[in-house]
């Protein structure tokens, strides 16, 4: 089966799909229309960018689903102004209300995320979802032992990170390890995938920004996924082995209070050439 179908009677030959093609495996045959030489197959991606930019819907990649046009009015709705608002507006949320956050809301939240850019379209990010209370106690519990233990094996590491305040204040009844959140959030990969680090970076930060727009806060739980880095008997507590490389973890929940103002930033550092 060929890779691509063009409709003859719908395409105009105008190559955007080739000139946009990531891996350049289309081209214009004699007869002018796009096509993928024999062979050339096997370097798609399968990133749709094809199907996507057709601007007559003359093109159907076999190995996709059908995909869902996009409104034309939809980004005369967003302008700079109030995106730009938007992500100024997002805080990071330490104080969450007890309310669960439902799984059908994450899951088209996690819809949505999986369309962050990975490298060549590789896919490979994975997330662990917690939303058990006794499950996320355990794990902040977890935390706290593996920083007492690192106070000894590595005490100059403790020291920069403050674990004894921490523990201290953990003591005290001040969980600042995942702010008593009703959701945790780990995104990982397969230890074997090289880009692992930089795609799920990428993807959390999506999730982050997106998240807002459900109602929804959060904010890295750092603590945490230093300590499911560094304790196999932790990552064993989210169903995990040394097969998978954790790359970020998120406190995730309804948010406490209502913010009202932008705070100030420094000015940007950048490098004009």
């Given at each position: ?6 409709n003859h ?10 000139h ?7 081209t ?8 993928v030489q ?21 093109l ?7 995909t869902?046009?996009?409104r ?5 709705q ?5 995106l ?7 805080r ?12 059908p ?9 999986s369309?962050?850019?990975t490298?060549?379209n ?5 997330w ?14 977890a935390?706290?032992e593996?920083?007492k233990a690192?106070?000894?094996?590595n ?7 403050n674990?004894a305040?921490l523990?201290?204040?953990y ?10 959140a009703?959701?945790?959030v780990?995104?990982?990969?397969n230890a074997?995938?090289t880009?692992?680090t ?10 982050e ?13 750092g ?24 790359h ?5 929940g309804?948010?406490?209070y209502r913010y ?10 950048v490098?004009?050439?």
């Amino acid at each position: 089966m060929a890779l691509l179908t063009i409709n003859h009677t719908t395409c105009t030959s105008c190559g955007i799909c080739v000139h946009t093609c990531p891996v350049s495996i289309i081209t214009l045959g004699e007869d002018n229309f796009p096509f993928v030489q024999e062979g050339s197959d096997k370097r798609c991606v399968l990133c749709g960018h094809c199907v996507s930019v057709c601007p007559d819907s003359a093109l159907t990649h076999n190995l996709l689903p059908e995909t869902a046009p996009i409104r034309k009015d939809i980004k005369n709705q967003i302008t700079p102004t109030n995106l730009g608002e938007y992500f100024k507006s997002r805080r990071s949320i330490r104080n969450f209300q007890s309310k669960a956050v439902a799984k059908p809301l994450l899951e088209e939240v996690f819809d949505i995320v999986s369309y962050a850019p990975t490298g060549v379209n590789s896919q490979m990010n994975k997330w662990v979802v917690v939303s058990d209370p006794t499950v996320i106690r355990q794990l902040s519990d977890a935390v706290i032992e593996w920083m007492k233990a690192a106070i000894t094996v590595n005490p100059e590491f403790a020291k920069f990170l403050n674990f004894a305040g921490l523990i201290h204040m953990y003591e005290q009844g001040n969980d600042v390890i995942c702010r008593h959140a009703p959701t945790l959030v780990i995104g990982y990969t397969n230890a074997s995938y090289t880009g692992g680090t930089m795609d799920s970076v990428i993807a959390t930060s999506h999730l982050e920004v997106l998240l807002p727009a459900f109602g929804l806060g959060s904010c890295w739980a750092g603590y945490l996924m230093i300590a499911l880095r560094y304790s196999p008997e932790m990552r064993k507590m989210i169903g995990l082995d040394d097969s998978h490389t954790i790359h970020s973890a998120t406190m995730i929940g309804y948010p406490q209070y209502r913010y009202y103002k932008i705070p100030a930033r420094k000015d940007p550092q950048v490098n004009w050439m």
